[in-house]
């Protein structure tokens, strides 16, 4: 039974509006005998002063991919080529995560009762099926090259990633200030971090390459920084298609959650939980409380809902009371049946 968007909606009531914003929210639906009590709240996207950050950062890194590739073509090296493959798949993290943080200030329509917060799913299960098909392409590249060596230029190789290194540090520091309050900010600090620490790794190797002349300090260079590529993309894949298929977050612990509302006051039992991601960022929760003799009790579910909300990081919560007797059974008590 999915719940009502409308106490989502509150946080975005047009300015002077009657709704409060930012606060809790009770409100009370009548449905086939029930009571339900769904608790509205705030959600944490994307600060607004950060839009300048992600349009910086991506024209930047942008520029970078494309000069990147083109001088690693022109060196002769694939360790450039895979680092722009990789600095690629970031700026696409950090549309994804500027976009989604726009279209979740989309308001919901009669299809799209959620709104369209859940393309951000979609989004990053792309991207990192995107990136795994790069990424084994230039792995089989690398292996063609250690087959059959030839020279890269070293020199290039160390001023393009050292390049590399202050556009991705420089993007790092401008979203450092926001990355402890928002998920999505503090993603694309991690992603520019490590591209930075990357970017340096090639430098290395066009060091070693000019020290040396070890042909084959490129290619193995290219398939370390496509492994590290996998290793990051395939959490993300596994992740963006858990939410896709609806799985609890793993930063919810579900048996928590069951026990807390067990214990809830006059609550003699819980059936019917569901608990998912409705974006990349945000969490659902709906259950049946069963309440013998208890009458609705506004107090109690607005408790809930902040409980939820600060024990859990549950953003949306639905609860519906029932008082359990035996001449309206609910249809899905059974854990079984969804």
Known sequence: MPPSPHGDRQDRAAPGGPHNHGHDHDHEHGHAGHAHGEIGHHHAHAPSSFGLAFAVGIALNTGYVVAEAVYGVLANSLALIADAGHNLGDVLSLGVAWFAAWLASRPPSDRYTYGLRGSSILAALSNAIVLLVVTGGIAWAALLKLAHPSPAGGVTIMAVAAAGVMINGVTALMFASGRKG?????????????????????????????????????????????????????????????????????????????????????????????????????????????????????????????????????????????????????????????
């Open 182 to 338: 928002d998920l999505n900010i503090r993603s694309a600090f991690a992603h520019m971090a490590s591209d930075a620490l990357i970017a340096l790794g090639v430098v290395v190797s066009g060091a070693l390459i000019l020290l040396t002349g070890w042909t084959w300090v490129d290619p193995t260079v290219s398939l370390v920084i496509g492994g590290l590529i996998i290793l990051g993309t395939w959490s993300l894949m596994r992740e963006s298609l858990d939410l896709a298929l609806q799985a609890v977050p793993t930063s919810v612990n579900h048996l928590e959650v069951l026990r807390y509302l067990r214990d809830l006051p006059g609550v003699s039992d819980v059936h019917d939980l569901h608990i998912w991601g409705m974006s990349t960022t945000e969490t659902a929760l709906t259950a049946h409380l069963v309440r013998p003799g208890g009458e609705l009790d506004d107090s109690l579910l607005q408790q809930a809902g902040a409980d939820l909300r600060k024990r859990f990081a549950v953003h949306h919560t639905t609860l519906q009371v029932e008082t359990g007797l035996g001449d309206h059974p609910c249809e899905l008590a059974p854990s079984e049946v969804v």
